[in-house]
């Protein structure tokens, strides 16, 4: 069952509410720009963003609120690239949104995971959010029917990606976009910290999801699909050979380690013009 529009109305000032679907101003499938954008244009094509990264409807309050959180270590030109096309999409579907760069600084090895829970703990020191979706720098959504928003169980928005010939690669894959209700990723005690480096991360995520009895919610392959820039590995993020074994356990540890036995030290907040940024240290576990 969905929450009325009035409990849950966020943001201040605008007393009509969003329609729960606002679906009049949307495109459909778009081009997915590519082209490389620098950061000092970003206030040129997206003034109307608010300093820390928050867009919001103009003319009706949305039902809720979203956190878009994004894992990143160098990976600037995609930043760029993806906020060009995710800022406007945000408007026409009348998202309430936040992004949230969560950097890992050097030297250990790239934790995507990890930097999800860190990326939900600081959000909510912030300000409040109904919603968090968590997404790769290098996903470029190419359809505005993907509605950023939250439902009854997990959504997985990126079910159609060219690097997997539009198709989902398989059932259980949860990679890439992913979004929760607060309540939700509490209850599956967000993710798994233990995954250093390239893979398995997310199929950890996914047991979590099953175990808890949550169904996943998923658009149809037409609407949740998304180009990826192309990208090589990144140096202090190879792949991790002991994913497999750590997925054999993902359900007996789900409750006693994840979102709340992360371990880090944040080392800077700052409210850039588009986004919030927030740069962690994560130590390899004991
Ligand atoms: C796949 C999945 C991704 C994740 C990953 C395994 C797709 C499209 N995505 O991505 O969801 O499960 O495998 O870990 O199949 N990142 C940085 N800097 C780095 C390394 C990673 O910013 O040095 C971030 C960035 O947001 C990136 C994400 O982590 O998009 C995933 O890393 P990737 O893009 O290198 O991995 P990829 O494309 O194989
Ligand atoms: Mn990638």
Redesign the pocket.
Do not use: S, T
């Given at each position: 069952q969905r929450p009325s529009n009035e409990r849950k109305r966020a943001g201040t000032g605008v007393v009509e509410p969003c329609p729960l679907y606002p679906t009049d101003d949307l495109i459909g499938r778009l081009a997915g720009l590519k082209e490389c954008v620098a950061p000092e244009d970003l206030p040129r094509l997206h003034p109307y963003v608010e300093k820390g990264g928050r867009v919001r409807p103009t003319n009706c309050t949305a039902y809720e609120r979203v956190a878009i959180i994004?894992?990143?270590?160098?990976?600037y030109v995609?930043?760029y690239i993806l906020l060009n096309n995710i800022i406007p999409m945000m408007q026409r579907q009348k998202v309430d949104a936040r992004f949230f760069v969560i950097?890992?600084a050097p030297p250990t090895i790239?934790n995507?995971?990890a930097?999800f829970n860190v990326g939900f703990i600081e959000a909510l020191k912030l300000d409040s959010f109904d919603c968090f979706i968590f997404?790769?720098?290098?996903?470029i959504p190419l359809n505005d029917r993907n509605l950023y928003r939250c439902d009854e169980h997990p959504m997985h928005f990126?079910v159609a990606?060219d690097?997997?010939e539009y198709k989902l690669?398989y059932k259980k894959?949860v990679?890439?976009?992913v979004g929760f209700t607060k309540e939700q990723y509490l209850r599956i005690n967000g993710n798994s910290n233990l995954?250093f480096?390239?893979?398995?991360?997310?199929d950890d995520l996914f047991e979590r999801i099953d175990n808890k009895e949550y169904e996943i919610a998923r658009p149809y392959l037409d609407v949740g699909k998304?180009d990826?820039v192309r990208?090589k590995?990144?140096?202090?993020?190879e792949d991790?050979c002991d994913r497999r074994r750590l997925l054999r356990t993902a359900r007996q540890r789900q409750d006693t380690e994840g979102l709340n036995t992360i371990k880090y030290k944040r080392k800077s907040v700052e409210l850039r013009s588009h986004m919030t940024w927030i740069t962690v240290q994560l130590d390899m576990a004991e």
């Open positions: 994004i894992p990143f270590r160098n990976r995609h930043l950097e890992q790239f995507r995971a930097l997404h790769d720098v290098d996903l990126a990606m690097k997997y690669p894959y990679g890439g976009v995954y480096g390239w893979g398995g991360e997310d998304y990826m990208h590995q990144d140096k202090g993020n991790n």
